[in-house]
C-alpha cells in the first residue's frame, strides 16, 4: 500500500469511533428513571436503619409471664407461709413476726433473704478488712458505716493492714424479726463462720491473729430494709444496721 490508507480502513475506523463516543455518552449519562430509583433505595436504606436503631431501644416485655406470675402470687404466698412455718419451727414468735414482713412484703422468702445475707456477711467482712469504703457504703446503715470508717481510719493511722483470707460460713440463723409501725423490717442472723486472718505493723510482724491458723467467729447482724409502701419496696437491698458480741 505504500503508505496509503485503504478507503474501507478509514470508514471503518471513523464508525468505530463514533460508535464508542455514543456509547460512552449513554453510560455516563444519568436519565430522570436512574435519579429515581436512586432515590427509592436511598430512602428505603435511611427507613431500615432507623427502624433498626428503634428496634435496639425497644426492650419486648414478657407479657404472658408477667400475666402468670400475677396469677399466680397467692399460690407463692402460700407457699411462703408454709416454708415460714416450717422455717422457723417450733418457734412460734418468730414464725408470726417473719409472717408480719411477709403481709407487707409478698416478695419475701426467709430462705431467700438468708442466702443473701450470707453474701453481704461475706462482702462486708472482705470490705472492712481490705478498707474498702465504697463496697461499704452500699452495704451498711450510716450509723454502721460510720463506725467501720473510723475503724478503718484509726487502722490505718497505725500503719496496719490486715491479712485475711475468708474460709467459708458454716451456719446462719435468723435469730428474732419485727415490723416497726413505720413499716421498717428488721431481721437478726447469727453467722457462725470461719476466717485466717492477721493484723501486722509498719514493719510487717503479726501482732495479733495469726495467719496460719483457722480460726472460728460468731457473729449477730441485724439488717433492715423499708417496706412501708410499694415505692419503698422497689428497694430490695438490706443494710446492715446492727451488730453485737454472742453471748
Not at 449513554?26 to 436519565?31: A, H, K
Not at 411462703?80 to 409478698?106: C, N, P, Y
Not at 500503719?159 to 416497726?180: H, M, R, T, Y
Amino acid at each position: 500500500m505504500n503508505g496509503e490508507i485503504n478507503l474501507l480502513t478509514l470508514l471503518s475506523l471513523i464508525v468505530a469511533i463514533i460508535a464508542i463516543v455514543k456509547l460512552r455518552s449513554v453510560l455516563g449519562r444519568r436519565t430522570s428513571d436512574d435519579d429515581t430509583r436512586i432515590e427509592q433505595r436511598r430512602r428505603e436504606a435511611q427507613t431500615q436503619k432507623t427502624a433498626q436503631a428503634q428496634a435496639d431501644k425497644v426492650v419486648a416485655l414478657p407479657r404472658r409471664e408477667r400475666e402468670a406470675e400475677a396469677a399466680d402470687t397467692a399460690v407463692s404466698v402460700a407457699e411462703v407461709e408454709a416454708r415460714i412455718k416450717s422455717f422457723a419451727g417450733e418457734d412460734t414468735a418468730l414464725a408470726a413476726r417473719l409472717m408480719d414482713i411477709l403481709r407487707l412484703d409478698q416478695k419475701f422468702d426467709p430462705e431467700q433473704f438468708l442466702r443473701g445475707a450470707r453474701q453481704a456477711y461475706e462482702m462486708i467482712v472482705t470490705a472492712f478488712a481490705e478498707g474498702n469504703r465504697s463496697m461499704l457504703r452500699n452495704l451498711l446503715s450510716a450509723d454502721v458505716l460510720d463506725s467501720f470508717s473510723r475503724a478503718i481510719a484509726e487502722r490505718e493511722q497505725r500503719g496496719q493492714v490486715i491479712d485475711q483470707s475468708f474460709v467459708g460460713i458454716n451456719k446462719a440463723d435468723i435469730l428474732e424479726a419485727e415490723v416497726s409501725p413505720k413499716g421498717i423490717a428488721s431481721i437478726t442472723v447469727r453467722f457462725v463462720s470461719q476466717l485466717i486472718s492477721a493484723t501486722r505493723d509498719k514493719a510487717g510482724s503479726v501482732i495479733d491473729g495469726d495467719e496460719h491458723r483457722i480460726k472460728d467467729v460468731t457473729d449477730i447482724w441485724t439488717f433492715s430494709r423499708d417496706i412501708s409502701s410499694k415505692d419503698a419496696r422497689r428497694n430490695v437491698n438490706w443494710k446492715l444496721v446492727g451488730t453485737q458480741a454472742p453471748n
